[in-house]
């Protein structure tokens, strides 16, 4: 019998099928998780990130409920329409998994993040690190003659436009907390 | 009322609370303490198995059968590691599974003591949910939730990996009925509003398909009977996914057959061409759909799924409903009958028309020979000696496991076990085990192929052992089947270790084995030789020696749509899609 004349890397040669059959719009989505607080929670939710190849922006967790046990993790992902509305339908059917809300399709919501940024600067770019500091409402929480460290609390995008105005001013080190978000009103 | 009592007197308590009445397990050191309870007590049968990768199979066999979840027992370390496969297989095939593994003392964890493994880390994507119990008083109550967990919703394996010291440790026991209702309580009644969505469609629809899977076996025998009324209230054809086999008879007069990659042409052309499919508990899997921008182009679709995640996973369907199949399926029912509902009478004689047309091409035609046995043709006779019997059927994984499919008949649910989603070659033999466990007199075949019966032949000392008359029946083509197959079509007839060289002498391992040996490689011999096997009080080893290089057709080439299926090895010469291979 003659072989099939299938050209060579075409997705006949695997056996599944190769192109990505949903190739739209990507969308950028922050999900609320809340789940019971025990061990290997947030590795089993992390699982299903990697597992199913999700993205993961940024992620936060921590306890919120101590009587209940009750953890709320905040997830930034992204991908097509298709896929956020699969990546909730899977944390939701996750044996401890309570709830998810995905605050972006569920109207307006508030974003936050808090980070830290370490300046070290003499002169003149000291005094100006000092003076965007102050209109960016950071807080000094450290300082040297040499040094200060900020703290500032907002969206990613505050954070992102701070950072890159203290970079050329002697921005040193970032730690950055991750979004936690709520949605508005009641 | 509590009482105080050990972790392994607790795990054997809790397992007869739950009406537990077989474990396949073996024992190692960290689950002594447990075997030591088993070995005391009468009510709780343990079938020593040979290697860990089968007592999961086995379990898997006697949940697929009995609708009731199957237990397992293994040590710590390699005990656990060797269960992994098992897991994943019944987590792709929703089979309900509790698994106890035993771990090292608490105060160990962490040190790469012996015979430590991090299990809960290792099985956390290949169950449903997995628990340490670090605390015996806690032990109890996570069995009687992880029974829960394995059976509620999509069924699944869940896992209770249980440190030596927590199993010699004292605590009060904590019963069924006090333990607290974990918050996992997942949907089954259907949004009524869908229903009657999917009900509106129905009678309009001049094109209908019921595409069927797993879920409506899953959901117990009341579901396949309500599938069987609304088959015949509708008269709609019906197909079935490999994991659907017999929720609707072979038999039935609107059964178009399986489905899918090597399913029968009248049952992919119907999903091909139809304006209505109806989804009850199937998952659209790769193997069904083929390339999914050609996927039944013209249809509206619904699902029926308890597992919303299977919604609009891979294909987008218009009307979505979460719930059990049976519980839907009776609302279905209700709706129906209360609005008086007539089908499109006229649109579906004229599809029934349309699909006697595909029928007529008997796409499972093969060419017979007298002198060697076609494995289409050994099965046909399997059909045929043991029709009318309350058989059995499980398998391994190749072109067998397809051959099966297609010409084997199933007439109820839980008669057909096989491994769908993972494709573990070597399921077949210790699951057959399994579902001889729980049924004793049934007829229980294991239709095999040589090379996937190899994986874990060792469970014949098992059969053996227990006295499960277990018939392996073992299409010998000394080759990889379905790899060799992929190998003539897709790369160049370039045969890559797909043959299978230095086979045992079958009818010699019988006899090691304590069991029957069966050869048979002429056709004329075939009858005798398989009413022998089922004559024969006793496992059986049948080594059929068939065609070594038959293909299974009907085939759809991956990434290809279902109308552009090859019926046949003529079909294959030259381009895929020229005119030997279009259809439709």
Known sequence: ?186 | MTKSMSGARMVVQALKDQGVEVVFGYPGGAVLPIYDEIFQQNDIRHILVRHEQGAVHMAEGYARSTGKPGVVLVTSGPGATNAVTGLTDALMDSIPLVVLTGQVPTFMIGTDGFQEADTVGITRPCTKMNWLVKDTAKLSETIHQAFHVAMKGRPGPVLVDIPKDVQFATADYVPMDKVKIPHYQPKTVGDPDQIARLVELMESAERPVLYTGGGVINSGPKASQLLRELTAATDFPITSTLMGLGSYPASGKNWLGMLGMHGLYEANLAMHGCDLMINIGARFDDRITGRIKDFSPRSKKAHIDIDPSSINKVVRVDVGIVGDVGEVLAEVLRQWKARGSRTNKDGLAKWWRQINDWRAVKCLTYKNSTTTIKPQYALERLEALTKGRDRYITTEVGQHQMWAAQFLGFEDPNRWMTSGGLGTMGYGLPASIGVQIAHPDALVINVAGEASWLMNMQEMGTAMQFRAPVKQFILNNERLGMVRQWQELLHGERYSSSWSESLPDFVKLAEAFGCKGIKCSDPKDLDDAIMQMLDYDGPVIFDCLVEKHENCFPMIPSGKPHNEMLLGDADTQGVIGSKGAVLV
């Open chain 1, 1 to 186: 019998m003659a072989p099939l004349n299938i050209k060579k890397g075409s997705s006949s040669h695997s056996a599944y099928d190769l192109r990505d059959p949903n190739a739209e719009v990507i969308e950028q989505h922050t999900l609320a998780v809340i789940v019971d607080n025990e061990s290997g929670v947030l590795a089993r939710v992390i699982g299903l990130f990697s597992g199913r190849g999700y993205n993961i922006d940024s992620l936060t967790v921590a306890e919120v409920d101590h009587e209940g046990h009750k953890s709320r993790i905040t997830i930034v992902t992204r991908g097509t329409p298709q896929v956020i509305d699969q990546i909730e339908a899977q944390l939701r059917r996750m044996v401890p998994v309570h709830d998810v809300h995905d605050l972006t399709a569920e109207g307006p919501s508030v974003q936050r993040e808090l980070a830290l940024f370490k300046v070290a600067g003499k002169g003149a770019a000291r005094v100006e690190a000092l003076q965007l500091a102050e209109i960016f409402r950071a807080n000094v929480v450290d300082s040297t003659l040499e040094s200060f460290v900020f703290e500032m609390t907002g969206t990613p995008e505050k954070i992102d436009a701070f950072a890159d105005l203290m970079r050329p001013l002697g921005l040193l080190e970032i730690a950055r907390t991750g979004v936690a978000a709520l949605a508005r009103g009641v």
